[in-house]
């Protein structure tokens, strides 16, 4: 089954940037989600097909997405983004929802 | 406002049942592919379960293939996910989620129902 693979944690100082990375096997190729998660919250979603954003969300979160890696970015980053990200996609293949196993953004 | 309210987690023994719901309002629930993602404790995402608009496209985690089913009442705008021979690794805090086709974006989410699996 499809793979997806995030490093497990960022650390950025408030006002810099944050780059979350997910890596999966062309996965240029597939639309990908990413949803943040706050501690005893539900996820949420901040970007879909690769750099679309939601009614709402500011628009310091981006997202790309060529080859073997997608990126969520987070410019100006403050102590509210400090969340669990988590890169998802859809695999044809098996017909599943596939998430990746979380990024931990921390403030510092 | 959209809202998805899960109900129907609560402790159970091993090899037991469980029937989990989640009532949706605020959206033409009939327009929406809705999933069951679930989330051991301390862990992350995992996709359970999901059903197109009418109950025409279903598709099952490989963990829970053959045990779970899931189905909803148009009617009614909820989503169930029947629960058999559960076992341990099946705890886990389960989001009732809402994608305006099957396979698009999760954009709507309840907050969970936690399920424990324990002697």
């Known amino acids: 089954s499809y793979v997806l693979t995030q490093s497990p944690s960022v650390s950025v100082a408030p006002g810099q940037t944050a780059k979350i990375t997910c890596g999966g096997n062309n996965i240029g190729h597939k639309p990908v989600q990413w949803y943040q998660q706050k501690p005893g919250q539900a996820p949420v979603l901040v970007i879909y097909?690769?750099?679309g954003r939601p009614s709402g969300i500011p628009d310091r979160f981006s997202g790309s997405n060529s080859g073997n890696t997608a990126t969520l970015t987070i410019s100006r980053v403050d102590a509210g983004d400090e969340a669990d990200y988590y890169c998802q996609v859809w695999d044809s293949t098996s017909d599943h929802y596939v998430f990746g196993a979380g990024a931990k953004v921390t403030v510092l | 406002e959209v809202q998805l309210v899960e109900s129907g987690g609560r402790e159970v023994r091993p090899g037991g049942s469980l029937r989990l719901s989640c009532e949706a309002s605020?959206?033409?629930?009939?327009?929406?592919?809705m999933h069951w993602v679930r989330q051991s404790p301390g862990k992350g995402l995992e996709w359970v379960a999901g059903i197109n608009w009418n109950g025409g496209r279903i598709g099952y985690a490989d963990s829970v293939k053959g045990r779970c089913t899931i189905s909803r009442d148009n009617a009614k705008t909820s989503l169930y996910l029947q629960m058999d021979s559960l076992r341990a690794e099946d705890t886990a805090l389960y989001f009732c989620?809402?994608?305006?086709?099957?396979?698009?974006?999760?954009?709507?989410w309840g907050h969970g129902t936690l399920v424990t699996v324990s002697s």
């Open positions: 605020g959206i033409k629930f009939d327009d929406y592919g």
């Open positions: 097909d690769d750099s």
């Open positions: 989620a809402g994608a305006r086709g099957y396979t698009s974006p999760l954009s709507a």
